[in-house]
T-cell receptor, first 110, second 114 residues
């Protein structure tokens, strides 16, 4: 079983739609969680950190449920420029090891 | 500009010919790491370094070596590359200590071993 699991998609949604990605993690000792965005053939870039209280950054909302070991990302009013692969990431250990999910591919259609 | 650089960006080589992929960061980060990315498997950590002269294995270290002689550089060495090392490689760096520090990634090196 993978330590961080995501639905690979692809998700094809129309512009303006709301889309939600889910992710589960198996290591209960994981300390911090993130969503990274990766454009085709480019490096991953941090989209947002995920806090237990939930956090919002513009059209993006991230939630963490430690009891269920579940993380989510909600994108409202999706734009063409949101098309990318979204990576769910867990950080654990004093070695600051990042464990990545395989990514969920999103395509926003005009 | 704060950045992580990798060279080369693209490399095609033959089985058994030693190669080195360089990684350099200008952000004074203590932590550096190498990942490989393969379809369906996501990013997997190869090696990491918490500071100068301190390196350790990640999840998939077989066939790779690293060194950390200077804070800014963290080269990845393939002594005898094999076709199963064909992949997209990323170097990353971050601060250490308490807190959730963002890892910054280099632009990637696409390696093909024939």
């Amino acid at each position: 079983r993978k330590e961080v699991e995501q639905d690979p998609g692809p998700f094809n949604v129309p512009e303006g739609a709301t889309v939600a990605f889910n992710c589960t993690y198996s290591n209960s000792a994981s300390q911090s969680f993130f969503w990274y965005r990766q454009d085709c053939r480019k490096e991953p870039k941090l989209l947002m950190s995920v806090y237990s209280s939930g956090n919002e950054d513009g059209r993006f909302t991230a939630q963490l449920n430690r009891a269920s070991q579940y993380i989510s990302l909600l994108i409202r009013d999706s734009k063409l420029s949101d098309s990318a692969t979204y990576l769910c990431v867990a950080l654990s250990g004093s070695a600051r090891q990042l464990t990545f999910g395989s990514g969920t591919q999103l395509t926003v259609l005009p | 500009e704060a950045q992580v650089t990798q060279n080369p960006r693209y490399l095609i080589t033959v089985t058994g010919k030693k190669l080195t992929v360089t990684c350099s960061q200008n952000m004074n980060h203590e932590y550096m790491s190498w990942y490989r990315q393969d379809p369906g498997l996501g990013l997997r950590q190869i090696y990491y370094s918490m500071n100068v002269e301190v390196t350790d294995k990640g999840d998939v270290p077989e066939g790779y070596k690293v060194s950390r002689k200077e804070k800014r550089n963290f080269p990845l060495i393939l002594e005898s590359p094999s076709p199963n090392q064909t992949s997209l490689y990323f170097c990353a760096s971050s601060f250490t200590g308490t807190g959730s520090y963002e890892q910054y990634f280099g632009p990637g090196t696409r390696l093909t071993v024939t």
